[in-house]
């Protein structure tokens, strides 16, 4: 089969007006980024924000193995599915970051026949998003520094200077670091580090941000440190808020682009879902919604990660509705939960299989207890058996779940058709009654312990001192009655990658706790996240290159 790549290059794209047009979006509300990507005007929401919304369905997966799943993948063929039924619908997605495109990850905008395009813009540069959050985030540590050197009239205590520089790449040798070495005309030499982009709270409150003012609002929120009285210090103490929204004010409009069958999507945010909360922006969200009868969205990882954080930060800020969850499921990587190596996938294993659902047992269990109606997507794989296709829809149909065949990588919306009619039955025939999972006014143990019980699945959490401390710390700051932010493995369902399928008997770790005042959250980390990735031994990198004609190859 031909590579993602190749099949992007040979599709037939729309020009972004028709595409605009089609979604009733007026020619003087969208600006043109080429032929075929377009930025969309705050002026269009302000027309279209008084309408009724259109159904919002979430699509989430099973726990990620290195066997894939096909979230992004399935989200796309839905939507083309849905266009094939003649259903008025479009997509919001995440922007892919630099870091995995050039590392280890496929790449964010699907794959196969169920792709978003123009492929190649999109997993690299695209509209320069991430790129002016890395600048504006890195203004701000240029401001700090500033401010230490001219003399320090807040009397930030360089020592506690929680603020870290970002780049867009995976880059370990900057995760620690010290910076104003070179003498007194350097400033203060100082412990530093970097985190990648999408890792950044400049991230997080682009894509939780309504519009500029309330941008500008949470960047000033934003605190950097602590002065010598232990109290905070935040980006508006310093007075550069404003030019930080300046140079996110392209980047908070939402990307319109198109599927590789021409639905319209939007394009917009990418914060990691093990270290941020995984969902692209709310704007994006809300006026998809608006313009179209049908969103089909997702969130990063499986649904312990990036389905938790959407439905208990992301809807709670945003007042999101979802009708319905699609969790994602493949043959291949429940047999891996089951406990087979990645070599042996292809080997026909019904017993592995079998025990791998359990796997997919708990993430349909912790969709349904935010009360939304679930669908299982069988997304099938050419190595996956007749007598596997039929084991895991019979296991699934035994535990009354509602289940689809999608084939959607090879046979594009035509494959995403039975997947499209089950989900339109079940958002006809079923009510979906969601509601987060805890009270964002409980205290911030409480939360945690209710996500990492009731989500994870474990028995129960501790708290290193060094994380006792940062509670203390944020309540005694306020930021003690906000949602939580867990940043965790998305290999397991647990904090520790190697347990996979089903755990249980676990507990799970917070090592420490970062306010993201601007984001409006906690972030709590557990295990050994962090927020800076490194290469693989043999990085995408090495594969990627482009010929005399401009043609990129190598790119997934």
Wanted: hydrophobic share 40%; charged share 25%.
């Amino acid at each position: 089969m031909k590579s993602d790549i190749q099949i992007a290059q040979e599709a037939k794209m729309t020009h972004i007006k028709e595409i605009a047009e089609e979604v009733g979006l007026k020619e003087e509300e969208t600006e043109y980024y080429g032929d075929y990507k377009a930025k969309v005007s705050f002026d269009a929401w302000k027309r279209i924000k008084d309408r009724p919304d259109g159904k919002l369905v979430l699509v989430t997966a099973i726990t990620p193995t290195p066997a894939g799943e096909g979230k992004s993948t399935t989200t796309v063929g839905l939507a083309q599915g849905l266009k094939k039924i003649n259903k008025n619908v479009m997509v919001a997605l995440r922007e892919p970051s630099l870091g995995p495109s050039f590392g280890v990850k496929g790449g964010a905008a699907g794959g196969g026949y169920a792709q978003i395009i123009p492929m190649e813009d999109i997993n690299l540069h695209f509209t320069g998003d991430l790129h002016a959050m890395t600048t504006a985030n890195n203004l701000l540590s240029a401001a700090i520094d500033n401010h230490v050197h001219q003399g320090n009239d807040l009397d930030i205590d360089v020592r506690r200077i929680t603020w870290r520089r970002a780049m867009d790449l995976n880059e370990r040798a900057l995760r620690h670091i010290n910076v104003n070495l070179g003498g007194i005309a350097n400033g203060f030499p100082r412990e530093d580090g970097f985190d990648i982009t999408v890792a950044s709270e400049i991230m997080a409150i682009l894509c939780l941000a309504t519009d500029i003012k309330d941008l500008k609002e949470r960047l000033g929120d934003i605190i950097i440190g602590y002065n010598r009285k232990r109290e905070p210090v935040r980006c508006k103490d310093l007075n550069v808020q404003g030019s930080l929204a300046v140079l996110l004010k392209d980047a908070i409009k939402p990307n319109l682009v198109q599927t590789i069958e021409n639905v319209p999507a939007f394009v917009h945010g990418g914060p990691f879902a093990n270290i941020a909360h995984g969902c692209n922006s709310v704007m994006a969200t809300q006026m998809s919604q608006k313009l179209a009868d049908y969103t089909i969205t997702e969130a990063g990882f499986g649904a312990d990660l990036g389905a938790e954080k959407f439905f208990n930060i992301k809807c709670r800020f945003a007042n999101l509705k979802p009708d319905a969850t699609v969790v994602v499921a493949t043959i291949r990587a429940l047999k891996m939960h089951g406990g087979v190596s990645k070599d042996n996938l292809k080997e026909e294993n019904i017993e592995a299989l079998k025990k791998g659902f359990a796997n997919l047992e708990k993430h349909m269990e912790n969709v349904k207890k935010f009360g939304t109606p679930a669908v299982v997507a069988v997304n099938r794989f050419p190595t996956d058996t007749e007598e596997e296709v039929e084991c895991l829809i019979q296991l699934c149909k035994d535990k009354g779940y509602r289940v689809a065949l999608s084939e959607v990588f090879f046979k594009a919306g035509e494959g995403g058709k039975e997947l499209a009619e089950t989900v339109v039955e079940v958002l006809e025939n079923e009510e979906s009654n969601f509601k987060p999972i805890y009270d964002e006014k409980s205290p911030i143990k409480e939360k945690i312990e209710t996500i990492a019980k009731e989500v994870y699945g474990a028995d129960g959490v501790d708290f290193t001192p060094a994380a006792e401390r940062n509670i203390r710390e944020l309540e005694r700051v306020g930021m003690d009655k906000t949602p939580v932010c867990m940043a965790k493995t998305q290999y397991s369902l647990s904090d520790d990658p190697s347990l996979l399928g089903w755990p249980k008997g676990f507990r799970i770790t917070v090592r420490k706790l970062n306010p993201s005042a601007g984001a409006k959250f906690v972030v709590a980390l557990t295990g050994d996240v962090m927020t800076m990735p490194g290469l693989p031994k043999k990085p995408a990198a090495e594969e990627i290159d482009i010929d005399d004609d401009g043609n990129i190859t190598g790119l997934f």
